[in-house]
T-cell receptor, first 115, second 111 residues
């Protein structure tokens, strides 16, 4: 499969625990994005990487959230001290350098349920 | 601020045509996207408009009027598998694909 890959696909955790999600983008894509989506809403932008540099972070990304892309390939999104409000689907997407409209691809998402 | 509005729900009959409208007010504009999302799945790309006018792609067409901050997605010859959410998204930055999404329109196609 040459698409964007995310794991785990589903995670149930107790409030207060830490969770980490991984995203493997399409191999030639140097741009990587994280979005969050709750039921009945569209995805909300969280952060953007170009290669290993994190170039933008949304105000939605509180201090409990951290994202990395250490070698400019895969990325991780860690949520510390999870809260029930963190329950959502976390989507990763990747794209190439060019500004063509249809080169952003989403992964299948990682569902987080905080109980 | 960023504001993208689209109807919450629509219903249509198999074989018919449906138009899903989207209006936007954003701090920047560098293209408008439509995505399809089935329940529990990732959004999949349908269409992209950056200039005014109509883009046609098989059974799907998308229209953009930048002066009016308006777009629509037209689905023809509806099939049951078209039952899904349709997301309107604006690319607000010219430098990269930061997308601002609407809440989505849930389309139910009935026999």
């Amino acid at each position: 499969d040459t698409g964007v890959s995310q794991n785990p696909r589903h995670k149930i955790t107790k409030r207060g625990q830490n969770v980490t999600f991984r995203c493997d983008p399409i191999s030639e894509h140097n741009r990587l994005y994280w979005y969050r989506q709750t039921l009945g809403q569209g995805p909300e932008f969280l952060t953007y990487f170009q290669n290993e540099a994190q170039l933008e972070k949304s105000r939605l990304l509180s201090d409990r959230f951290s994202a990395e892309r250490p070698k400019g390939s895969f990325s991780t999104l860690e949520i510390q001290r999870t809260e029930q409000g963190d329950s959502a689907m976390y989507l990763c997407a990747s794209s190439t350098q060019d500004s063509s409209g249809n080169t952003i691809y989403f992964g299948e998402g990682s569902w987080l349920t905080v109980v | 601020g960023q504001n993208i509005d689209q109807p919450t729900e629509m219903t249509a009959t198999e074989g018919a045509i449906v138009q899903i409208n989207c209006t936007y007010q954003t701090s920047g504009f560098n293209g408008l996207f439509w995505y399809q999302q089935h329940a529990g799945e990732a959004p999949t790309f349908l269409s992209y408009n950056v200039l005014d006018g109509l883009e046609e792609k098989g059974r799907f067409s998308s229209f953009l009027s930048r002066s009016k901050g308006y777009s629509y997605l037209l689905l023809k010859e509806l099939q049951m598998k078209d039952s899904a959410s349709y997301l309107c998204a604006v690319r607000v930055s010219g430098g990269y694909n930061k997308l601002i999404f609407g809440a989505g329109t849930r389309l139910a196609v009935h026999p």
